[in-house]
């Protein structure tokens, strides 16, 4: 499996955990300190995600990596 495949599961399993009244982008965007513009180029995986924001990710979203 690609990495970038691994990337959208993890973003599909993070969106399964955000409520429906939250901005997907707009939640990633400020956990990560990113414009939305790139939280969506990360959910896509057009844009690799780091350690560092894996991490971030995974403690916010209660993932086990």
Do not use: H
Request: glycine letters at 2%.
């Amino acid at each position: 499996m690609e990495s970038n495949e691994l990337q959208k599961l993890l973003f599909q399993q993070i969106k399964a955990k955000v409520p429906a009244n939250i901005s997907f982008a707009e939640e990633i965007a400020d956990l990560l300190n990113i414009s939305t513009d790139s939280a969506y180029r990360r959910i896509r995986g057009e844009k690799t995600v780091s350690f560092e924001e894996l991490q971030k990710l995974c403690i916010r979203f209660q993932l086990s990596l």
